[in-house]
């Protein structure tokens, strides 16, 4: 495992920001267990927040709703529940995606569960393309709130994927001005690989020129898939408001990016 430590120098006081990248399997339990062991590592490091992917421990969904409903977790629940135990225990601050399911239907959602394991932030992506165009648009749902928690770091607020590049939740990001926006990924090349070139040339220019626009210094942590189970070709990025890379990890392997930023009043 790749791991690399960027420290970012201001005059205020700053703290540690992990963004995990694990290869996940088809076996929850040994994905949870490796997303614990990372983030108890990350602990040892004096993180004091830690960044996981989109849908970080199942993966997207299939569109077979019955596979898909039964993976899910209900918020409190089984992957919910087992992120908060781990917040309180390892006492740091993790923002996760979960795929959700609420009265039968589901969400592709974010969390922040504070350092006492309570839920300080829940938000329902908004943009609809993180699932099939034949899913049932009554069982896979979108939320349409954006909403930010005043941490000890600042005001965080989430964006999951495509809502950054989604004019309606860009809006909603600079009404709300939150201080750092924790961006949760799951993206992956048109063919199944991990094209390193395409990533250093194309894709990841597009998403700093995003966070520029949008104005909001950022972290992004995509989830990183064996090429048999959809290619989610990893790596994370911390990107300032201005679009200049703080910090970054390649792709195509595991690793853990962590990077010292100022807190904001």
């Known amino acids: ?3 690399s430590t960027s420290s970012s120098k201001a005059q205020t006081a700053s703290f540690k920001a992990a963004l995990v990248s694990l290869l996940m399997q088809s076996d929850l339990e040994r994905n949870l267990c490796a997303v614990a062991r990372a983030v108890e590592d990350a602990r040892t490091k004096d993180c004091q927040l830690v960044c996981l992917p989109e849908c970080a421990v199942t993966g997207l969904p299939s569109g077979d709703y019955e596979a898909d409903i039964d993976l899910a ?3 409190p629940g089984h992957i919910a529940n087992r992120m908060a135990d781990l917040a ?3 006492s740091v601050y993790i923002a996760t995606g ?3 399911r609420a009265h039968g239907q589901l969400y592709d959602t974010a969390v922040l569960f504070d350092n006492r394991g309570e839920i300080a932030l829940k938000y329902r992506r908004i943009n609809p393309r993180w699932h099939s165009n034949k899913a049932p648009k009554d069982l896979y749902v979108e939320g349409a709130e954006f909403n930010l928690s005043s941490t000890p770091f600042g005001r965080i607020g989430f964006a999951v994927c495509g809502d950054i590049f989604d004019d ?6 600079q009404g709300a001005k939150p201080d750092y926006l924790i961006i949760p990924l799951s993206r992956r090349f048109d063919e199944d690989c991990y094209d390193e070139d395409q990533w250093e040339k194309e894709e990841k220019w597009s998403y700093v020129r995003q966070i520029g626009r ?3 210094t950022s972290l992004l942590v995509n989830s990183l898939e064996p090429l048999d189970r959809g290619a989610s070709f990893g790596g994370s990025l911390v990107v300032s408001r201005d679009g200049q890379i703080i910090a970054e990890t390649g792709i195509g392997e595991p690793s853990i990016l962590v990077c010292e930023l100022p807190r904001v009043a």
């Open 1 to 3: 495992m790749r791991i």
């Open 73 to 75: 977790s209900d918020i």
């Open 88 to 90: 309180q225990s390892c």
């Open 98 to 100: 979960i795929l959700e």
């Open 214 to 216: 949008i104005g909001v």
């Open 168 to 173: 309606r939740v860009v809006a909603m990001i």
